[in-house]
């Protein structure tokens, strides 16, 4: 089963202004991780944030973690033309493997 | 450190051919992982190794697909006969530990299945 599923599928912005994506998931788990995909590339770990967290930041990317609504938003802040990609979540429990959601394309325009 | 190195980086066969993919993870990391990324979704695992052992292959097609980490270092995946719907990117990972938290993809492989 689907453990994240991103919201929205798709979101195009105008560089410098700020991206948020959502994350839902369905059981309980012990992190969530954000990756990102450029075209025809693999992934990138960007952040992880653990079930006992609430808020994470690393530069311009800040992640919160709501575990009684089992939902997660990424915000990419003062966005880039380079911030253009597919970004996922991941859902890890215990020590099973990450399960991850279909995407959101983040599209920045100059 | 080199990152996780895959090979081919594309490859077009017609259905029913075999096809092989090789990758070789980070120098000193103990898990691999095979994943299976079609058009617009997000990576499915396929099969997860810890050291040359199996961890989970829950979702691997086991009729058609196969991957073997002789040695507990690189690893290649086989399909064996493709089918069309087998079109997909073909990622590896590779993680320092079992419970390694953050992994570290390759560029992918894609396929193409006439």
């Known amino acids: 089963s689907q453990q994240g599923e991103e919201d929205p599928q798709a979101l195009s912005i105008q560089e410098g202004e700020n991206a948020t994506m959502n994350c839902s998931y369905k059981?309980?788990?012990?992190?969530l991780q954000w990756y990102r995909q450029n075209s025809g590339r693999g992934l990138v770990h960007l952040i992880l944030?653990?079930?006992?967290?609430r808020e994470k930041h690393s530069g311009r990317l800040r992640v919160t973690l709501d575990t009684s609504k089992k939902s997660s938003s990424l915000l990419i802040t003062a966005s880039r033309a380079a911030d253009t990609a597919s970004y996922f979540c991941?859902?890890?429990?215990?020590?099973?493997?990450?399960?991850f959601g279909k995407g959101t394309m983040l599209l920045v325009s100059p | 450190e080199a990152g996780v190195a895959q090979s081919p980086r594309y490859k077009i066969i017609e259905k029913r051919q075999s096809v092989a993919f090789w990758c070789n993870p980070i120098?000193?990391?103990?898990?691999l992982y095979w994943y299976q990324q079609i058009l617009g979704q997000g990576p499915k695992l396929l099969i997860q190794?810890?050291?040359?052992?199996?961890?989970?292959d829950s979702q691997l097609p086991k009729d058609r697909f196969s991957a073997e980490r002789l040695k507990g270092v690189d690893s290649t995946l086989k399909i064996q006969p493709a089918k069309l719907e087998d079109s997909a990117v073909y990622l590896c990972?590779?993680?320092?530990?079992?419970?390694?938290?953050?992994?570290?993809f390759g560029p992918g492989t894609r396929l193409l299945v006439l």
């Open positions: 190794f810890q050291n040359n052992g199996v961890v989970d």
């Open positions: 991941a859902a890890r429990k215990g020590y099973s493997t990450l399960t």
């Open positions: 990972a590779s993680s320092r530990l079992r419970d390694g938290e953050t992994q570290y």
């Open positions: 944030i653990r079930s006992n967290e």
């Open positions: 120098s000193g990391h103990a898990t």
């Open positions: 059981t309980s788990i012990n992190n």
